[in-house]
Nanobody, 123 residues
């Protein structure tokens, strides 16, 4: 089993940067591919970035390509989301999640979730 705890959210001005961290626990953390999802009020949870268990492959939603970077450090059992050039429309709760199957954008296929961290971008 994997437990996930996000941190690093907050209030930031448009154009600014934030780095989110997701600390995992459990000896099998490196066995999971990891995703960062965002959920804005009234909207569905959406995958914004994904990284494979060995860190070699990544995926980004079109809306964040060139602005967000996902990375992981398996020794520290941590996944990061570097968010640059933030826009007001990036305002959402950001969740990290773990899955052990093939790549998927479906949140229902992710097995473990953190509680989320709020990112608010002011204009």
């Amino acid at each position: 089993q994997v437990q996930l705890v996000e941190s690093g959210g907050g209030l930031v001005q448009a154009g600014g940067s934030v780095r989110l961290s997701c600390l995992g626990s459990g000896r099998t953390f490196s066995s999971y591919d990891m995703g960062w999802f965002c959920q804005a009020p009234g909207k569905e949870r959406e995958l914004v970035a994904y990284i494979t268990r060995n860190g070699r492959n990544t995926y980004y939603a079109d809306s964040v390509k060139g602005r967000f970077t996902i990375s992981r450090d398996n020794a520290k059992m941590t996944v990061y989301l570097q968010m640059n050039s933030l826009k007001p429309e990036d305002t959402a709760v950001y969740y990290c999640a773990a899955e052990s199957g093939p790549f998927t954008r479906l949140s229902s296929n992710y097995e473990y979730w953190g509680r989320g961290t709020q990112v608010t971008v002011s204009s």
